[in-house]
């Protein structure tokens, strides 16, 4: 690239401040309140739906056996608002955030994680100004749904393979943050087509990959440690939830 | 969570929720439709003068919540501003990478500005409710609309639990803390690692306490709460009708005049 007149020079200048700025949007991946068209609310709500009610129906019929299942559920809900709420170490003492979904989707599975997920958005909206009530659906799609089926669908995979489990984690939990980068990147350039939906996804994704794919690498490897701990030291908790098989 | 705090003082709190939960989603619902500066801006205004001079919230902490949002929409509108495409004929300024140009439109500007403010005037109505609408009385909603009954359960249990682990991740980190646990990058994962993986044994002993507990009170699967009963406020009701007629004719009026 030429930087032949004075022009250009201002250019390249507006334009990288205008790049650097996303990079303080360093939080997972929310969207906010009234960023979206009002049908694109709508339809990412009902793309939820049957997601939602095949985890409820999931969810329900685990109740139905023990009391104690529901409780459980609910401590599990309180743990990925605070996993989500977590620090990410980084040189930069930029402050981001876990999505926490990935760790969640492998502990209590996809079709859980959806409803907890949701509940948590909520919270989020409500409580900390993180996410919307409008963007619910939208949000609830890229970080409850789609990470998680993702992350858990690597994890399965990876386990087949007979992979190592540390690989096995920090493949689902960085795989299943940069899937709902990607989808949030979608959704976004959906809702400002400007020069074409392609155009725009790659601007989107271009845009927020500076930040994205390092969080996405330290949400794995935090992951990881955090599952050899927990596999070190909660091994009952973690053979109740069907996350490892019983020693023989 | 401040923001709960905040809601429990607010002088408007004793106005049944489904009131107030119906005004903001009315109110955002319309301002997001209208997509108009002049509707986002005379929102916000309804919805700060709402939450500081009626409820009595303290405007120093209204605007140092508003920055959460303002930080993240600047963020975002600045990615709405470049643009890219094959054609640069509408870009003010533009750098060729590629084939492509990477530049800045007049029409991405107006864009991202109009999103902003839009996005600034639903934010305020999301705060109208949160900050004058304990959780509480939003579950007791929850449990009245025709969701099954577990959902409302554990979305209260969670909220319980997200203070007394959040009371616990606090005092774990202060404890690391003073050890010099955050003292380098790689001390820093040990110990969020480590942080994370003792909540998560923490949950599930407490998650076995409080099923000893309850289940030694006769728990038996259902959760059952008297939810406080609230009047409906006639003034509100009516302030809220009033203001959804007149914000809808004025945004039809605003998308005709096109500001």
């Known amino acids: 690239m030429f930087l032949a007149n004075k022009k250009t020079k201002l250019s390249v200048a507006a334009l990288s401040t205008l790049l650097l700025l996303p990079a303080t949007y360093a939080s997972a991946m929310h969207i906010m309140e009234g960023y979206l068209p009002l049908p694109h609310c709508v339809a990412w709500g009902a793309v939820c739906i049957p997601f939602l009610i095949f985890g409820g129906i999931g969810m329900q019929k685990q109740m139905r056996g023990e009391g104690k299942v529901k409780i459980l559920l609910a401590l599990s809900g309180a743990f990925v608002f605070i996993l989500s709420s977590l620090k990410i170490p980084s040189v930069t003492g930029s402050c981001s955030h876990p999505t926490g979904t990935g760790l969640g989707a492998i502990l209590f599975g996809p079709s859980v994680m959806s409803i907890l997920g949701i509940i948590v958005l909520l919270f989020q909206a409500l409580l900390l100004a993180h996410g919307g009530l409008t963007t619910l659906g939208a949000n609830t799609f890229s970080m409850a749904i789609a990470g998680p089926f993702v992350s858990f669908g690597i994890f399965k995979l990876m386990k087949k393979l007979k992979a190592p489990s540390g690989l096995a984690v920090f493949l689902a939990a960085t795989i299943g943050d940069l899937f709902t980068y990607c989808v949030t990147s979608a959704q976004l350039a959906l809702a400002f087509p400007d020069q074409g939906f392609f155009a725009s996804l790659i601007k989107f994704m271009g845009i927020f990959a500076p930040t994205q794919l390092p969080i996405a690498m330290a949400e794995g490897l935090l992951s990881v440690i955090i599952f050899n701990i927990l596999e070190k030291n909660c091994r009952t908790e973690l053979t109740a939830l069907g996350v490892i098989k019983k020693e023989a | ?146 969701l099954p009954d577990f959902i409302a359960e554990i979305a209260e249990l969670i909220y319980r639990y997200i203070f007394v682990l959040f009371d616990a991740a606090e005092r774990i980190r202060i404890a690391q803390e003073t050890r010099l646990g955050y003292a380098t990058l790689k001390t820093s994962y040990r110990s969020t690692a480590q942080l994370a993986s003792n909540l998560f044994m923490r949950a599930f002993r407490q998650a076995d306490r409080t099923y000893t507990a309850l289940a030694s009170r006769g728990y038996e699967g259902e959760i059952n709460v008297i939810s406080e009963r609230q009047k409906i406020s006639a003034r509100f009701c009516v302030f809220s009708a009033a203001y959804i007629l007149t914000v809808t004719a004025a945004a039809l009026f605003a998308g005709k005049a096109g500001i």
Do not use: E
Request: charged content about 10%; overall charge positive; some cysteine.
């Open chain 2, 1 to 146: 969570m401040i923001i709960d705090s905040l809601a429990y003082a607010s002088r408007l709190r004793t106005i049944a929720a489904v009131q107030k939960l119906i005004f903001s989603a009315a109110a955002m619902i319309i301002c997001i439709a209208a997509n108009s500066f002049a509707i986002s801006a005379l929102t916000a205004a309804v919805m700060l003068f709402m939450i500081i001079r009626v409820g009595g919230t303290r405007a120093k902490n209204v605007f140092k919540l508003m920055c959460i949002p303002v930080i993240f929409i600047a963020a975002s509108a600045a990615a709405i501003v470049v643009s890219i495409g094959s054609d640069s004929s509408a870009m003010i300024c533009a750098v060729k990478i590629g084939g492509a140009y990477l530049g800045v439109s007049a029409s991405g500007i107006a864009a991202a500005a109009r999103t902003s403010a839009k996005a600034l005037g639903a934010v305020s109505c999301m705060y109208f409710l949160s900050l004058t609408t304990p959780m509480t009385d939003l579950f007791s909603l929850l449990r009245k609309s025709p």
